[in-house]
């Protein structure tokens, strides 16, 4: 039954902020504008952002952990030779852990592409990582005899589910909102400064004065005086 104030409402809110940004204009500082967009301009050329290098390196470290955790196996079941023969050229599918390893590459070849040779700024590549490692893992440990193995059938499988999902959680919560952010920063700081720019000159300290005192009071006491006079006058 009451629209019309809501409306009001909106609409004196939407021209406050509207004030607030011109006043907000008229107080920037183009040396901290030039300086804030040189910085965010600095962070482009280097090509890749902190978090998304810091997301790579873990990537890399998936790899490297998952590749160190298979050799020590092979170490421990008989030596690297005999047992990466029976593994890899004998590779069956219930017993083997080289395709667990196998899977550690496919995510770093995929992710290392899509966000450090690409840049991709989407999770497709990581939802596709991420569900293709989940399934098989899951299927190998359902269907094969890893667990009659040692401790290696418990670790791999888990330590390999467990790094997939830190890297989906790490580039979905971490590497695109902190980018998005950087990236609206940097456009509303361009933004701002071609404002500010269509500003003529700019308001100094010196412009800001106070007007002459008005002369109202002056004016009311020669009109007194003319009265008082005029009585004088008549006698």
Request: negative net charge; hydrophobic residues 45%.
């Amino acid at each position: 039954m009451n629209p019309l104030p809501e409306d009001m409402e909106n609409i004196l809110t939407g021209s406050q902020s509207s004030h607030a940004s011109v006043r907000d204009i008229h107080s920037i500082n183009p040396t901290q504008l030039m300086a804030r967009i040189e910085s965010y301009e600095g962070r482009e050329k280097k090509g890749i952002s902190d978090v998304r290098r810091t997301f790579c390196l873990f990537v890399t470290f998936d790899l490297l952990f998952v590749t160190l955790l298979w050799i020590i196996e092979l170490n421990v079941n008989g030596g690297i030779e005999n047992t990466l023969e029976r593994e890899v050229v004998q590779y069956d599918y219930y017993s083997s852990y080289f395709d667990i390893f196998l899977l550690a590459v496919f995510r770093f070849k995929v992710l290392i592409l899509a966000y450090a040779v690409c840049r991709l700024r989407h999770w497709w590549a990581i939802a596709l990582t991420t569900a293709v490692t989940s399934a098989f893992l899951l299927a190998k440990v359902i269907l094969s005899k890893l667990f009659s193995q040692g401790a290696f059938g418990y670790v791999l499988p888990i330590i390999s589910f467990i790094l997939a999902w830190i890297e989906t959680w790490f580039l979905d919560f971490k590497v695109l909102p902190q980018e998005a952010e950087e990236e609206n920063r940097l456009l509303i700081v361009q933004d701002a400064s071609e404002r500010a720019a269509l500003i003529p000159g700019g308001l100094s300290d010196g412009q800001f004065y106070s007007p002459p005192e008005s002369e109202a009071g002056s004016e009311n006491d020669a009109e007194e005086k003319q009265d008082s006079e005029k009585p004088l006058l008549e006698l």
